[in-house]
């Protein structure tokens, strides 16, 4: 009986741990987010900052948003290769993220021009252009 007791209690704290780490990781991506600007460009120390917490958000975390958030990173600190880089990995995971394909367009366009017509057209058959209603 003990030793069921004691099963038990040990299942229950690695459950526990295990929601904590997640509560943590979402806190984390969550800063990290806030931290990324809309248009403006990023100073090294900022990016480490938001680069820092994205590792840790990352740790057990599947989720491809934590790339794509890396991504924008690279690309507001004026490292198209960097991002592109990241979304390439992105979009191979997961061929229907419009966002990753989209972000890939911007990452690729200075240097790299196949690649952005490649993401145009992926997102155009993602989400083709509707036509306006008479």
């Known amino acids: 009986m003990l030793a069921v007791r004691l099963a ?3 299942a229950s704290l690695v459950a526990c741990a295990w929601f904590a780490l997640g509560a943590v990781q979402v806190h984390d991506q969550n800063r990290a987010a806030a931290l990324i600007p809309d ?3 990023l100073t090294a120390a900022q990016a480490h900052t ?5 590792d840790r958000a990352g740790t057990l975390n599947p989720d491809r948003n934590i790339d794509i ?3 924008e990173t690279y690309l507001h600190t004026g490292e198209p ?10 979009v191979r995971a997961e061929p229907m993220n419009i ?13 790299d021009r196949a690649t ?11 989400a083709p252009p509707v036509p306006l209603a008479r």
């Open 116 to 126: 952005e017509r490649l993401a145009i057209a992926e997102q155009q058959q993602l």
């Open 69 to 71: 958030l890396r991504a």
């Open 39 to 41: 248009q403006n460009s």
């Open 99 to 111: 966002e990753a394909w989209f972000l890939l367009e911007i990452a690729s366009a200075p240097q």
């Open 81 to 90: 290769r960097a991002a592109e880089r990241e979304m390439l990995r992105v």
């Open 50 to 54: 938001i680069l820092r917490l994205l």
């Open 8 to 10: 038990v209690l040990a």
